[in-house]
């Protein structure tokens, strides 16, 4: 039985070693996280879906695999409906963490408790629903769930200065969904919603028609206080 077996301690509250990290490295996280991407969806074994809940746990399961067999990324996990650091009762979508080790970039400590960088998932489209807007990616009118939206009013990744946000394609292109981002912004814009400008808009990175990837850049203003924000768009076709 078990509580027969002999235990012994041999070190206790330290788990994990130090590493110093450039800031760099959240730029090349969402490289690697981009590069996985269209692994992910082709997978033969990864089971069809749609909803994004159900998405979004895949991924976090594929990417934890390959984190542990890519080198230089095995000290990383990934988790899923995560709590915000600021804003405890709202989820993060997905995350990145330490994983083995205590991760310090610009001299800020990370350890597997804390989030590296916090990622907002959005189907593109948006399901139709109550309380949904098909500009929900940026912007929602009904609720504080747009997801851009959710980053600008500090409500998701307060504690961060850059994010990352994935689309995952279920419609149309890369192409004409920045075409309706760039419209909706404009739309926010005009009609001087509080906070919203064309300095909001999305600068493409690279689309590889091929992958069926797309990458884009923005950077925001946030509410009150808060300093920035950049986010990477990790935009997959799915269909």
């Given at each position: 039985m078990l509580a027969n077996v002999p235990i012994t301690v041999t070190q206790s509250g330290k788990l994990s070693q130090d590493v110093h990290l450039p800031v760099a490295f959240l730029h090349e996280l969402l490289v690697f996280i981009?590069?996985?991407?269209?692994?992910?969806?082709?997978?033969?074994?990864?089971?069809?879906?749609?909803?994004?809940?159900?998405?979004?746990?895949?991924?976090c399961a594929h990417l934890i695999t390959a984190a542990r067999l890519s080198a230089g990324w095995d000290s990383l996990q990934f988790r899923v409906e995560e709590p915000d650091e600021k804003e405890k009762?709202?989820?993060?979508?997905?995350?990145?963490?330490?994983?083995?080790?205590?991760?310090?970039?610009?001299?800020?400590?990370?350890?597997?408790?804390?989030?590296?960088?916090?990622?907002?998932?959005?189907?593109?489209?948006?399901p139709k629903g109550d309380k949904r807007d098909e500009r929900e990616y940026v912007f929602n009118q009904h609720a504080s769930t747009g997801g851009i939206q959710r980053f600008k009013k500090?409500?998701?990744?307060?504690?961060?200065?850059?994010?990352?946000?994935i689309g995952y394609i279920q419609e149309n292109t890369a192409k004409h969904w920045h075409e309706c981002v760039t419209s909706w912004i404009d739309q926010l814009s005009d009609r001087a919603e509080p906070g919203w400008t064309s300095e909001d808009h999305l600068q493409i990175e690279g689309d590889d028609e091929e992958l069926g990837l797309a990458v884009f850049s923005s950077n925001h203003e946030r509410a009150s206080t808060l300093p920035e924000i950049e986010l990477r768009h990790l935009w997959l076709q799915m269909n």
């Open positions: 981009a590069a996985e991407l269209p692994r992910w969806r082709d997978r033969a074994e990864r089971e069809s879906a749609t909803a994004e809940t159900i998405l979004t746990s895949q991924l009762g709202r989820k993060i979508d997905l995350v990145a963490a330490p994983c083995g080790a205590t991760i310090w970039i610009d001299g800020r400590r990370h350890t597997d408790f804390d989030t590296l960088i916090p990622i907002e998932c959005k189907r593109l489209p948006t500090g409500h998701h990744g307060a504690a961060h200065s850059l994010a990352g946000m």
